[in-house]
C-alpha cells in the first residue's frame, strides 16, 4: 500500500523553482499523486470503494485535478470551504497522467499556439482534457510567480479516471485539518513531499509551455 512521503516545508520549499510553469508533485515510476476536494460524503464513498462516484458525484460535470498540494489547500481553505472539507490524496497511473497532458488543451486562447479562436475553440470541442495554469500560494495564501498546473476532465476521460486509472485513494483530511495550524507557522509544517515532473515526451512539454528545469 502507498503512503504519502511527507517533509519539513522549511525543507522542501527552497529546493522548488521559483517561476515558471512547473508540475510539482510527489510521483514514482508507476503513479502520479493528485489532489482533489469535496464534500464530505463524496470523500467517505471514494475512500471506501477506492473509486470515485455515488451519491453527489457527477460525470456530467468537468472535474478538476492537482497535482499540487499547496494549491489544493489554497483553493479548498485548506479543507474549511463549502463542499470541500474532504481532501483526496489519489494515485493514478502515470501513464495516465502522460496522457491526459499529452491531450490537454488550454482552458483560454493561447494565440501563440493555435492561428485562432476558432481553431482552439475546435481543439476544445475534441478534446476530454483542459489545462489551466494558476500562480501559486505559501501555506498562508501569499501569491507566487511559480505557476501551477491543474487538469480538467470530462466524458470518458473522467470515466477512465474515476475507475481503472485510479491505483490508491486516501482520504487525507484529518491531516490537512491538523497542518492548517501550522500554515503561518511554518517551521512546523510537514506537507507531502514534491519535486518537479518532467515529461519524457518534450513536444508535449513546449506545447503546454512546460519549464521542465
Known sequence: MKQL???????????????????????????????QAYRPAIGRHAAEHKQL??????????????????WTMHRSGWATKKDQESILAIWIKRSAFDELLAGAVPSLFDEKQYTSREAWQAAVDASEVRVQWDPDHDP???????KTIQLGLRGDTLQH???????????????????????????????PDQKVYKLADRAVARRLGIDQG
Open 53 to 70: 462516484g455515488g451519491p453527489g458525484f457527477s460525470f456530467e460535470r468537468m472535474s478538476w485535478i492537482k497535482p499540487g498540494f499547496l
Open 5 to 35: 512521503k511527507l517533509k519539513p516545508y522549511i525543507d522542501a520549499a527552497p529546493t522548488w523553482p521559483e517561476q515558471g510553469r512547473v508540475i510539482m508533485a510527489q510521483f514514482d515510476t508507476e503513479t502520479v499523486v493528485v489532489y
Open 161 to 191: 479516471f474515476a475507475g481503472e486509472w485510479i491505483v490508491q485513494i486516501e482520504d487525507i483530511s484529518a491531516f490537512v485539518r491538523e497542518q492548517s495550524k501550522y500554515s503561518r507557522e511554518t517551521d512546523l509544517l510537514f506537507i
Open 140 to 146: 498562508h495564501g501569499m501569491t507566487l510567480k511559480r
